[in-house]
């Protein structure tokens, strides 16, 4: 079993920038593909950016590529979300999720792919 953790949200104004984390507890973390998924109000949930075991593989949303960048530090049993160039658009609660794998592919980009969800946490972008 494993839990995440997310942190790292609040308000920021638009062009402004935010790291989230991802933390987990429970063992063979090394070992989970990550992704990063966010829910605006009224809208469904949205696929961000996704990791792989070993950090060496990721995808990343058309709406934020070019301006997210995730990457992980296994050691610590951590995932980050850094996120630049914040538009309003970009205002919802990020979850991240992981699933026990060390496959890469497309099926990344599916909610229904992981297992493990956290809570989220919630980003404003707000003048």
């Known amino acids: 079993q494993v839990q995440l953790v997310e942190s790292g949200g609040g308000l920021v104004q638009p062009g402004g920038s935010l790291k989230l984390s991802c933390t987990a507890s429970?063992?063979?973390?090394?070992?989970?593909?990550v992704g990063w998924f966010r829910r605006g109000l009224g809208k469904d949930r949205e696929f961000v950016a996704a990791?792989?075991?070993?950090?060496?593989?990721?995808y990343y949303g058309d709406s934020v590529k070019g301006r997210f960048t995730v990457s992980r530090d296994n050691a610590k049993n951590m995932v980050f979300l850094q996120m630049s160039s914040l538009i309003p658009e970009d205002t919802a609660i990020y979850y991240c999720?992981?699933?026990?794998?060390?496959?890469?592919?497309?099926?990344?980009?599916?909610?229904?792919?992981?297992?493990?969800w956290g809570q989220g946490t919630q980003v404003n972008v707000s003048s």
């Open positions: 429970g063992r063979s973390f090394d070992r989970h593909a």
């Open positions: 999720a992981s699933e026990l794998t060390t496959a890469w592919g497309p099926r990344r980009l599916r909610e229904g792919e992981y297992d493990y």
């Open positions: 990791i792989s075991s070993s950090g060496e593989n990721t």
